[in-house]
């Protein structure tokens, strides 16, 4: 017995080795600070979660980490109408994960599904959040496939095509945006940021050679005291330009990108300008990145394989493989109307965020499931000293037809971005909303496909060399081939050519073929 030396193509596959997820349950009372003013009634408030540590062992995950938590709040105090709070709430889960070592990379993605605020009395307020942990554990391997033989003897081998969408880049990254804003003339020097918002919008990654560009728009808005004077707080906001890059080995420019985007964190700080007048805030963004590239490939693997005077043992296996279904990018339009408690003069402020609910691939279509929440802040009189606050959930549905999706085993990556919102409001009591939602889709299928990976070659048995007869005439069947002819007969393709002159391997029902047994 002597193994067969074969040529094979090592294929960059991931998987998902683990993964696991809970709705958690972050409350606590907290105390206002003694240089604040007594709460009468909350009016913004909003959250971000803070990972610190990710903790891979023995079949399980430990997730560390915290919610802050920024109130804006209204005092009954004429001198500090305006105030806030700022905490922090802390968080320690463990997940079970079968088949997780020490040594694994873990992806977490978080969500903030609800925030809520209330007031116990005027020196304490309540928070509770829900907040929803979804860990992955991937594993890149490599699949091997034969796609060539290298042997003395002569060997008859056919090959057929394999495509493949093969993994080329995945890995966790960070970006940051730094970005300083000097406020224009007609604003007053800043004393004290009350409240601050991030919002990027119409985000993309572009893979280039060796690198990710992030590239996009930051809608900044802040609520300040101002310096030095009475009336009331300020209200700033702008638009700016998000771009850089990530450095990413392998990366290249046809690749097909899947990367998931959230913040991370957010960070402001007043400085001073030339003049040393409070007029400049700078803005720290940091976004979590889970980068995927993949590439689209055809490689001519070993289907089968004979020889005609040694008898080869193939081993295969049945193997998993990726290919596109589909890459798409498409825009889905919302539009509601809503009723307000309270009458509306101004609208200040508005925040927006989108999830994916559920995705349902069914009946050659692909149907996905959303929420945007809108959150806004308004007053309700001209001095800007009655602010409110509405917070409500709008669902969206969107439809992929005429997909070839029946007895396909199906993974969808998709990533949803708020695009625009537009609110309007016709009337005192009424806010109309028109938002467009961005959608990024790759329906990835999972192909089984049956490889050759070993081959070892003996001798013929002497019983099966004596029952080939020495020479046939063969009439060629329906579905016959001059390969599969060759097998049984233990004869090569370009043999039976030879004999039968014929040009191409093309044959036909009804023809006759004379064959001869190999004599070595």
């Not at 400049?280 to 490689?299: G, M, R």
Request: proline share 4%; aromatic share 6%; net charge negative.
């Amino acid at each position: 017995m002597k193994m067969l030396e074969l040529t094979k193509k090592n294929i960059h596959m991931d998987c998902i080795k683990a993964k696991a997820g809970n709705q958690i349950t972050i409350e606590d009372d907290v105390n206002i600070p003694d240089l604040r003013p007594d709460i009468d009634k909350v009016i913004f408030q909003s959250g971000i979660i803070r990972l610190e540590e990710v903790r891979p062992g023995n079949d399980q995950v430990g997730v560390k980490g915290s919610l802050a938590v920024h109130v804006l709040y209204q005092s009954e105090e004429e001198e500090e109408p305006f105030s806030k709070i700022e905490t922090e709430l802390p968080f320690d889960e463990l997940f079970h994960m079968d088949g997780v070592e020490a040594s694994d990379s873990v992806c977490v993605r978080y969500e903030l599904e609800d925030l809520s605020v209330g007031v116990i009395n005027s020196r304490k307020i309540s928070v509770r959040a829900l907040v929803t942990l979804e860990l992955l554990a991937r594993a890149i391997y490599d699949e091997c496939a034969a796609t060539d033989v290298n042997a003395e003897i002569t060997t008859e081998y056919r090959k057929k095509p394999l495509h493949v969408l093969e993994t080329t880049v995945c890995k966790k990254d960070v970006f940051r945006f730094r970005h300083e804003e000097t406020l224009p003339g007609q604003y007053p020097n800043i004393l004290e940021i009350l409240y601050g918002s991030v919002m990027p919008v119409n985000m993309e990654c572009v893979p280039e050679e060796g690198k990710l560009a992030v590239r996009g728009n930051m809608q900044l808005f802040f609520m300040y005291t101002p310096d030095g004077e009475e009336d009331g707080s300020r209200f700033f906001e702008t638009t700016v330009p998000i771009q850089g890059e990530i450095v990413c080995n392998g990366l290249q420019s046809q690749m097909i990108p899947s990367v998931c985007i959230t913040v991370s964190d957010v960070s402001y700080e007043v400085k001073a300008d030339y003049d040393g007048e409070d007029r400049i805030i700078s803005t720290e963004v940091t976004f979590d990145l889970d980068i995927k590239a993949y590439e689209e490939k055809t490689y001519d693997i070993l289907s089968d394989m004979y020889c005609v005077t040694k008898n080869i043992e193939t081993e295969c296996r049945e193997t998993m493989f990726l290919q596109l279904l589909l890459q798409q990018q498409a825009r889905t339009r919302i539009k509601e109307r809503l009723k307000l408690e309270e009458e509306c003069i101004d609208l200040i402020h508005h925040e927006e965020s989108v999830t994916l609910e559920e995705t349902e691939v069914e009946d050659g279509k692909l149907n996905l499931i959303g929420n945007m929440q809108l959150r806004c802040l308004y007053a309700s009189d001209m001095d800007m000293k009655e602010l409110h606050y509405i917070e409500r959930d709008i669902p969206f549905y969107y439809t992929v037809e005429n997909l070839d999706v029946k007895g396909k085993e199906i993974h969808p990556e998709i990533c949803m971005q708020i695009a625009q919102v537009d609110l309007m409001v016709p009337d005192s009591g009424t806010l109309e909303c028109n938002a467009t939602v961005s959608i990024n889709m790759l329906l990835l299928e999972e192909k089984k496909e049956c490889v050759i990976t070993e081959a070892e070659i003996t001798d013929f048995a002497a019983e099966q060399l004596q029952n080939l007869p020495g020479m046939v005439i063969y009439i060629v069947r329906p579905g016959d081939s001059l390969w599969q002819i060759g097998k049984e007969y233990l004869i090569s393709v370009d043999e039976i050519k030879t004999l039968n002159e014929l040009e191409t391997d093309e044959i036909h029902p009804g023809d006759r073929l004379l064959l001869m047994k190999n004599r070595a």
